[in-house]
């Protein structure tokens, strides 16, 4: 251990050295009522039926997690998991996803995903150890892959409470991309995407508890939420071409009355770049879209 590991980060790393979580296999049918409730929510005016393709990333809506109420922890995250890591005072952080379709996976046909660990990464920063784990999964139909994600997951281990983080209050300036729009969630629309996506995270929908425990200002938008609004930006100008792939990185919280705006620029016939941004030219999201 070097001069410059704190007694925490030794600790850390105690704790994942036996950590080696198998692969797992998940079945679903992609029942098109889940997609018909995310596109109410969203207020797209996509329509799904039996064999209709699902957009990129509304996969998130299925293969739900949900354990008993009792094996939530305090924040509602699950207390347990087969991915998370074994640390003390866990807490999670969604980091982005790199995902790629070969075929769209179509609705109402038996699904299999393929869950399995892709790496494990401890980093050292200011604000103490973190770990970067990547999980890799591949959802399969009629014995083909036919999408493929790889989603990075930022844990550290933390009991403090009450940590104040700032609302930025600088004016959105005009928007000079070629595609752009404004979405305004409400506390509904973030209730009713967090039970869509089996997300119980108190940060969503319990205000009290975002602002007396977390020390946020307001509800926090969901960062896949946000990667909703990119993808679906650059799928909804996409004139008839698909979309291929999509990678995305969260880099700052958004809270719910925060005005913000969804962009994209496509830089040539096929990729776009994707962002989402608040005052001051904030930057809360970005990805790339490829289109084919």
């Known amino acids: 251990m070097s001069d410059t590991t704190t007694a925490d980060e030794a600790t850390l790393s105690s704790h994942i050295t036996e950590w080696t979580p198998g692969p797992v296999v998940e079945h679903d049918v992609l029942d098109p009522a889940q997609a018909q409730r995310l596109a109410a929510t969203l207020g797209t005016e996509d329509a799904f039926g ?48 790199r995902m790629s379709v070969t075929t769209p996976l179509r609705l109402d046909v038996p699904t299999e995903k393929h869950s399995s660990l892709a ?13 970067f784990v990547t999980v890799r999964s591949e959802y399969r139909q009629d014995g083909a892959t036919a999408l493929i994600e790889e989603q990075d997951l930022v844990y550290r281990s933390d009991n403090s409470t009450a940590r104040p983080v700032e609302r930025l209050v600088e004016d959105l300036t005009p928007s000079g991309t070629v595609w752009s729009a404004e979405p305004t969630p409400t506390a509904p629309l973030l209730f009713r995407y967090s039970a869509l996506t089996s997300n119980a995270h108190r940060i969503h929908y319990d205000l009290p508890y975002t602002t007396d425990v977390e020390g946020y200002p307001d509800l926090v938008v969901h960062g896949p ?21 999509f990678d995305f990185r969260l880099k700052r919280p958004l809270f719910l009355g925060d005005r913000f705006r969804v962009e994209g620029n496509p830089s040539d016939g096929n990729t776009v770049a994707v962002r989402v941004v608040s005052g001051a030219e904030t930057v809360h999201a970005e990805g790339t879209v490829t289109l084919s």
Not at 119 to 131: D, N, Q
């Open 50 to 97: 039996s064999g209709s393709e699902l957009p990129m990333p509304w996969h998130w809506i299925y293969f739900s997690q949900w354990p008993p109420t009792d094996a939530l922890g305090a924040d509602g995250h699950p207390r347990d998991g087969h991915f998370l890591p074994p640390i003390p005072h866990r807490r999670r952080m969604f980091a982005g996803s």
């Open 119 to 131: 790496s494990v990464k401890e980093k050292h920063g200011r604000s103490g150890a973190m770990l």
């Open 225 to 245: 939420l946000l990667a909703n609004y990119m993808a679906d930006l650059a799928r909804l100008h996409a004139d008839g071409k698909t979309m291929s792939s």
